[in-house]
């Protein structure tokens, strides 16, 4: 677990911490007000890299592995839910002797940042959402995309197929143009080497199956703590429909568009993520 490729981004500054069970691979880099950036499924500390090289001169980022993916261990079954992100998060801050003056989010990422706030696990000074998984809103399929991935998530033989498969080039860079974004050579080679580690699938499938966004979205429009909701207006996995919609029932929310990049847009061009999330201070 402890034994990154070579290529890692940010590599020098990473760390393995052991809390409540997790083994966890957390990146810190700069200096300033801490920042937690926590990244979305299926992804790891490497989807940073560009924006982290915008904002280290201003920041401490903290850039962990969630559970399950990246170079992290998983959670305990019972807790691979939002709640159990967001604790064992908040648990690794805590040893870590950091609360963050910001929280960014990308997609359900941004939900356990929500979350840890909702919660009054922290009180930052905001939130910063890039193309947030809030909601299905009324999305019927969601009960049964749930059903199937933890039906998925029990297949060890599934995961072992699917990281051979992920060893090719040609299936990553498909799996990433269809997310609305044009991967670098270096986001393709990473995401080449989480698709072809079965424990990184396992992790992804059992936190999509553990995924009830219903709960927090009754919570949603009593949150105090400004939040800024970053959409890129080619984005083909979570449709900016999702934060257009949240801005109108959180009141202290503020939309943002950026245009012409996909999903994993901070990926693509970081400055115009980077500029925003300056500007929150």
Known sequence: MNSLPEFW?????????????????????GSGPSLLMIH??????????????????????????LPG?????????EDIHVDGFARHLKGLLETMGSRPKLLVGHSAGAVIATHMTLQSQFA????????????????????????????MSRSKLLAYITAAHGMFNRPVRNMLIET???????????YRELISRPEHIMGTLKMMAGWDLEPQRQLLPSLRTPLHLVTCSNDRTVSPWQSERLSE?????????VPDLGHLGHEENPKPFADIIQSTL
């Open 9 to 29: 981004p940010n590599r020098q500054y990473s760390r393995f911490i052991d809390v409540d069970g997790v083994h966890w691979h957390v990146q810190t880099r």
């Open 40 to 65: 979305g499924t299926g992804a790891s500390t490497h989807t940073w890299a560009a924006l982290a090289d915008e904002l280290a001169d201003r920041f401490t980022l903290i850039m962990p592995d």
């Open 69 to 77: 993916q990246g170079f992290s261990s998983p959670l305990p079954e």
């Open 124 to 151: 930052p000074a905001a939130i910063i959402s890039l193309n947030g998984a809030f909601l299905p809103f009324g999305s019927a399929a969601a009960p049964l995309f749930n059903r199937l991935a933890k039906w």
């Open 180 to 190: 609305g974004s044009v991967p670098s050579a270096e986001m393709m080679r990473c």
């Open 249 to 257: 029932f959180v009141a202290c929310s503020k939309l943002y568009s």
